[in-house]
C-alpha cells in the first residue's frame, strides 16, 4: 500500500529540481492563492456594496441574483464562449490590434496562466459573494453608527467593525473557493489548453489509464493538504458559534 | 437551500421541476423520435459508447425495425474502459475500439460474442477479421483487430491465435486518422508527420489528448522526425516511451502546442478559430470545419495513417430477452441500413456490401469510391472527408494503429486524388444556406428522410450525430448552429 505513496512522490528526492508531483502541488497552491486573493476583494466588495449601498431589498435580491449568471450556462459552453473573446483573432485582440496599442496578436490572453486565473475568478467570485453577504446582513447598523458617532474613520469603521463582524462569512466563503480550486481539473484543464497540471488532472489522469491504487493514493494527499488548509483556516473563527 | 425554502417552494416542487428538465434534456437529445406506441413493453438496451459512434436516426430506425428501444449513454473513450472494468452491469451493449480490449479482456467483464448467431460473421471487412485486403496482408503494429479479433471460450480471458467461434467484438466502423491543417494559413505543402513540431508552426499546434490514442500520433511523429525506429508503436518498450514522453515534454515546454484537445468540438473550434494551424485530427471534424467556409485538409502524409475500428460487446451479465435483443441489434446493424448511414458520414462500415445495397450507386461513388460528386455541386463541401476507393479495396489498409507505408503505386494516386479533391472544392457561400435550415430543424434531418438523403453527403453528414459526435444532448441544437455558422 506505501508503495503507491512512493510511487506519488516518485523521483521527489532530487533536489534542487522539483519532482512532477511537488510542482504540480505548487502550480496548484499558486492558483489557488491568487483565485482566493481576488474573490475574497471582490466578493467583500460586491457584498459591502449591496450589503450597504443598496437601500432596496428587491434591488438587492436582483443583484445578488445577477452575481449567478456565470451558472447558467454548461461549464462546456462557458470554456468554449472564452475563445471568440480571448483568443488569437479573439475579440479582445482586434480592438487592441486596431486601437494600435499592440501589432501583434497577445497569445497569453488564451490558454495561459491568466485565463485559468479569470476563468476560475470568474466561477469562483459568487461563492465568496454570498456567504460573506450572509454574514453582513446581521451586522447589526446601530454599531456602524456608534462607530461613526466615536469618530472612527469609514476604514476604520471597515476593518474594526465590518471585517470581524464578517469573519464567519470570510472564513465559509475561503473554505468553498479553496476546495473547489484545490480539486478542479475541467477549468483549469480547459483554460489551460491541458498544459497546465493541477491535483485533479493527475488524479483523472491516472483514474483514466485505470491506475486506481495511485489515483487513491493521490486522491488522499490532495485531501490531508486540503484538510490541513481548511484546519487552519477554522483556527481564525468558531464557525458554530458564529452561525 | 435555505433560501429556497424560506420561498416556500416545496421539496416536491423542486423534484418535480428537476425531473421536468431531465426529461427535457432526455427529450432533445439521444433518444427522441420514438413513437408515441405503447408497444407491449418494449425492450431497451442500454448502448454505451463515446458520442462519436452515437447517432438518433440509427436508434431510430432500429425501433422502427425491430422495436428494440436504444438507450444511449455517451462517455469519453477512457470512461468506456472504466464503465466496462468497474460498472458492468451499467449497460447492455457497448460499442467500444480494438485497442481497448487488452485492458478489457483480462476483466473477464465481457461475454465472448456467438459467431453463430451472427449473421453476416463471414462477411466482415477482412481488414479486421484477417488484416489484409483482396489477399493482401496489411500492416501489423499495435492492437490490430486480428490479434484480438477471437476468444479460446465465451468466458475466457485469452485471445484466441486461431479464429474460433467466440468474437471479441462484432466491428461496426473503421477508419484512419491523420494531421489536419488550415492551409490558408500555412501557403505549403505538408507531407510528413514531422510538422507537426516544425518550429515554423510555435504556439499552433495541437495534438489528440486522448493519451491512449495520441501517444500514437506523437509515435507518428517521432518516427519521422528520425528519433526513434518502434519495433511495434502499440507496444513499445520502456525506452522508446522515454523518448517518445521526451519529445513530447521538450516540445512542450518549447511552447509549440496550443492546447491539447480531447474532445470534438475542441479540435473543431481550435482549428476553426485558427489558435491552430496544424493538429492530430478526425475527418467527420475536418468537414464540420469546411462547412464553416474555413478551409480545412485531412492532410495525407508520407508515413501513412493512423488507423482505428470499433465493434459491438455485451457484458457477461446479459441474458434471456436482452441478450435475444442484443444479438438481433447487432445482426440489424450489419444488414446495411447502419452500415449506408455511417459511410455516409465518412466512415467504414464492417460490412460493406450490405451497405452499399442501401445506397444510391451515385453514394457509394462519391463516398467510397472517391469520384466527384454527380448529383448537386453543394456535395462538394464535404469533398475532405471523401476517401479514394483504393483505400478501401486495393491499397494496403492499415490495421489499427498500424501506419501503412508510403511510396507504393496506390499511394500515389491516392495523393493525388486527395489534391485533386481538396483545390476543385473550395467551401462556398452555398455553405451557409445549406446550414440554415438545417439548424433550425435538426430533427427533420435526422430522420435522414430520403428527400433529405438526396441532397448527397453533406445532408447526410449533419444528420446525425456521428458527423458531429460529441454533440450530445442539450448542446445538440446549439452546437448544430455553431458548426454552421
Same mark, same amino acid.
Given at each position: 500500500?506505501?508503495?503507491?505513496?512512493?510511487?506519488?512522490?516518485?523521483?521527489?528526492?532530487?533536489?534542487?529540481?522539483?519532482?512532477?508531483?511537488?510542482?504540480?502541488?505548487?502550480?496548484?497552491?499558486?492558483?489557488?492563492?491568487?483565485?482566493?486573493?481576488?474573490?475574497?476583494?471582490?466578493?467583500?466588495?460586491?457584498?459591502?456594496?449591496?450589503?450597504?449601498?443598496?437601500?432596496? /431589498?428587491?434591488?438587492? !435580491?436582483?443583484?445578488?441574483? =445577477?452575481?449567478?449568471?456565470? $451558472?447558467? #450556462?454548461?461549464? +462546456?459552453i462557458r470554456m468554449i464562449s472564452w475563445i471568440p473573446l480571448l483568443g488569437r483573432n479573439g475579440?479582445?485582440?482586434?480592438?487592441?490590434?486596431?486601437?494600435?496599442?499592440?501589432?501583434?496578436?497577445?497569445?497569453?490572453?488564451?490558454?495561459?496562466?491568466?485565463?485559468?486565473?479569470?476563468?476560475?475568478v470568474h466561477i469562483n467570485t459568487v461563492f465568496m459573494i454570498?456567504?460573506?453577504?450572509?454574514?453582513?446582513?446581521?451586522?447589526?447598523?446601530?454599531?456602524?453608527?456608534?462607530?461613526?458617532?466615536?469618530?472612527?474613520?469609514?476604514?476604520?469603521?471597515?476593518?474594526?467593525?465590518?471585517?470581524?463582524?464578517s469573519k464567519a462569512g470570510? /472564513?465559509?466563503?475561503? !473554505?468553498?473557493?479553496?476546495? =473547489?480550486?484545490?480539486?478542479? $481539473?475541467? #477549468?483549469?484543464? +480547459?483554460?489551460?489548453?491541458?498544459?497546465?497540471?493541477?491535483?485533479?488532472?493527475?488524479?483523472?489522469?491516472?483514474?483514466?489509464?485505470?491506475?486506481?491504487?495511485?489515483?487513491a493514493a493521490q486522491a488522499i494527499i490532495l485531501l490531508a493538504i486540503v484538510l490541513m488548509i481548511i484546519w487552519t483556516l477554522i483556527r481564525f473563527v468558531d464557525i458554530r458559534k458564529e452561525l | 437551500m435555505k433560501d429556497t425554502k424560506t420561498r416556500g417552494i416545496s421539496r416536491r416542487s423542486v423534484l418535480k421541476g428537476t425531473a421536468a428538465f431531465a426529461g427535457?434534456?432526455?427529450?432533445?437529445?439521444?433518444?427522441?423520435?420514438?413513437?408515441?406506441?405503447?408497444?407491449?413493453?418494449?425492450?431497451?438496451?442500454?448502448?454505451?459508447?463515446?458520442?462519436?459512434?452515437?447517432?438518433?436516426?440509427?436508434?431510430?430506425?432500429?425501433?422502427?425495425d425491430l422495436g428494440i428501444k436504444i438507450e444511449y449513454v455517451s462517455v469519453e473513450t477512457d470512461e468506456v474502459t472504466k464503465r466496462i472494468v468497474t460498472q458492468p452491469d451499467s449497460f447492455d451493449l457497448v460499442d467500444t475500439e480494438y485497442f481497448s480490449l487488452k485492458n478489457l479482456?483480462?476483466?473477464?467483464?465481457?461475454?465472448?460474442?456467438d459467431a453463430k448467431k451472427i449473421k453476416l460473421v463471414d462477411k466482415l471487412a477482412t481488414v479486421i477479421a484477417k488484416g489484409e485486403i483482396d489477399g493482401k496482408k496489411i500492416g501489423d503494429q499495435g492492437t490490430a483487430p486480428h490479434k484480438v479479433c477471437y476468444l479460446e471460450g465465451q468466458h475466457s480471458k485469452n485471445f484466441a491465435k486461431e479464429p474460433t467461434e467466440w468474437l471479441t467484438l462484432i466491428p461496426t466502423t473503421y477508419n484512419a486518422d491523420t494531421l489536419g491543417i488550415r492551409p490558408d494559413l500555412i501557403g505549403r505543402p505538408i507531407d510528413s508527420w514531422a510538422e507537426l513540431l516544425n518550429p515554423q508552426f510555435k504556439g499552433k499546434a495541437s495534438i489528440l489528448n486522448i493519451p491512449s490514442i495520441g501517444i500514437m500520433d506523437a509515435a507518428m511523429v517521432n518516427e519521422a522526425l528520425g528519433k526513434v525506429k518502434y519495433g511495434d508503436k502499440g507496444n513499445m518498450t520502456k525506452a522508446e516511451i522515454d523518448t517518445t514522453i521526451a519529445t513530447l515534454i521538450d516540445?512542450?515546454?518549447?511552447?509549440?502546442?496550443?492546447?491539447?484537445?480531447?474532445?470534438?468540438?475542441?479540435?473543431?473550434?481550435?482549428?476553426?478559430?485558427?489558435?491552430?494551424?496544424?493538429?492530430?485530427?478526425?475527418?467527420?471534424?475536418?468537414?464540420?470545419?469546411?462547412?464553416?467556409?474555413?478551409?480545412?485538409?485531412?492532410?495525407?502524409?508520407?508515413?501513412?495513417?493512423?488507423?482505428?475500428?470499433?465493434?459491438?460487446?455485451?457484458?457477461?451479465?446479459?441474458?434471456?430477452?436482452?441478450?435475444?435483443?442484443?444479438?438481433?441489434?447487432?445482426?440489424?446493424?450489419?444488414?446495411?441500413?447502419?452500415?449506408?448511414?455511417?459511410?455516409?458520414?465518412?466512415?467504414?462500415?464492417?460490412?460493406?456490401?450490405?451497405?452499399?445495397?442501401?445506397?444510391?450507386?451515385?453514394?457509394?461513388?462519391?463516398?467510397?469510391?472517391?469520384?466527384?460528386?454527380?448529383?448537386?455541386?453543394?456535395?462538394?463541401?464535404?469533398?475532405?472527408?471523401?476517401?479514394?476507393?483504393?483505400?478501401?479495396?486495393?491499397?494496403?489498409?492499415?490495421?489499427?494503429?498500424?501506419?501503412?507505408?508510403?511510396?507504393?503505386r496506390s499511394w500515389t494516386k491516392m495523393r493525388t486524388w486527395f489534391r485533386s479533391g481538396t483545390s476543385s472544392s473550395p467551401p462556398d457561400g452555398r455553405n451557409h444556406n445549406l446550414c440554415t435550415p438545417r439548424s433550425h430543424a435538426p430533427g427533420r434531418f435526422r430522420q435522414a428522410s430520403p428527400a433529405a438523403r438526396r441532397r448527397g453527403p453533406p445532408a447526410a453528414l449533419l444528420a446525425g450525430g456521428a458527423a458531429c459526435p460529441r454533440f450530445s444532448g442539450l448542446l445538440r441544437p446549439a452546437a448544430a448552429c455553431h458548426a454552421c455558422r
Open positions: 500500500m506505501l508503495d503507491n505513496y512512493a510511487l506519488a512522490f516518485n523521483k521527489c528526492a532530487g533536489f534542487p529540481d522539483l519532482c512532477t508531483t511537488f510542482r504540480t502541488y505548487l502550480s496548484t497552491l499558486k492558483f489557488c492563492a491568487i483565485v482566493w486573493t481576488v474573490t475574497l476583494v471582490l466578493g467583500f466588495t460586491i457584498a459591502y456594496y449591496l450589503n450597504f449601498e443598496i437601500r432596496s /431589498t428587491t434591488t438587492r !435580491i436582483v443583484l445578488a441574483l =445577477i452575481c449567478t449568471i456565470p $451558472f447558467w #450556462t454548461s461549464n +462546456v475579440l479582445i485582440n482586434q480592438i487592441l490590434l486596431n486601437l494600435g496599442v499592440i501589432h501583434q496578436p497577445l497569445e497569453w490572453l488564451l490558454y495561459s496562466d491568466f485565463s485559468v486565473t479569470l476563468a476560475l454570498v456567504p460573506i453577504l450572509n454574514s453582513m446582513s446581521r451586522i447589526d447598523r446601530s454599531l456602524v453608527e456608534a462607530a461613526y458617532d466615536a469618530g472612527a474613520t469609514g476604514w476604520q469603521t471597515l476593518w474594526n467593525v465590518i471585517i470581524p463582524l470570510i /472564513t465559509i466563503g475561503s !473554505i468553498f473557493v479553496i476546495t =473547489i480550486v484545490m480539486g478542479d $481539473f475541467v #477549468t483549469t484543464g +480547459v483554460m489551460g489548453g491541458q498544459q497546465i497540471a493541477s491535483a485533479g488532472k493527475v488524479i483523472e489522469t491516472e483514474i483514466g489509464a485505470l491506475q486506481f491504487p495511485i489515483a | 427535457l434534456a432526455a427529450g432533445s437529445g439521444a433518444i427522441t423520435g420514438f413513437p408515441a406506441i405503447l408497444a407491449a413493453e418494449p425492450i431497451t438496451l442500454r448502448y454505451l459508447s463515446t458520442a462519436t459512434n452515437q447517432s438518433p436516426a440509427i436508434a431510430d430506425q432500429a425501433f422502427k479482456v483480462p476483466s473477464g467483464n465481457l461475454m465472448g460474442m516540445a512542450k515546454k518549447a511552447g509549440q502546442f496550443r492546447a491539447f484537445w480531447s474532445d470534438f468540438n475542441e479540435s473543431v473550434n481550435l482549428m476553426a478559430s485558427g489558435e491552430t494551424v496544424i493538429q492530430s485530427m478526425w475527418s467527420p471534424a475536418v468537414t464540420a470545419v469546411r462547412l464553416k467556409g474555413i478551409a480545412c485538409t485531412f492532410q495525407p502524409l508520407k508515413e501513412g495513417y493512423r488507423a482505428w475500428a470499433s465493434g459491438f460487446a455485451l457484458p457477461k451479465t446479459l441474458k434471456d430477452k436482452q441478450l435475444d435483443a442484443a444479438y438481433e441489434f447487432v445482426n440489424w446493424f450489419l444488414s446495411g441500413w447502419a452500415g449506408a448511414y455511417l459511410n455516409r458520414q465518412g466512415y467504414y462500415s464492417a460490412v460493406l456490401d450490405t451497405a452499399k445495397a442501401n445506397m444510391e450507386g451515385y453514394e457509394w461513388d462519391y463516398w467510397m469510391e472517391g469520384s466527384p460528386p454527380r448529383r448537386t455541386s453543394r456535395v462538394r463541401t464535404a469533398a475532405c472527408s471523401r476517401r479514394p476507393a483504393r483505400f478501401v479495396t486495393a491499397a494496403p489498409t492499415p490495421s489499427a494503429w498500424a501506419p501503412w507505408r508510403a511510396g507504393t
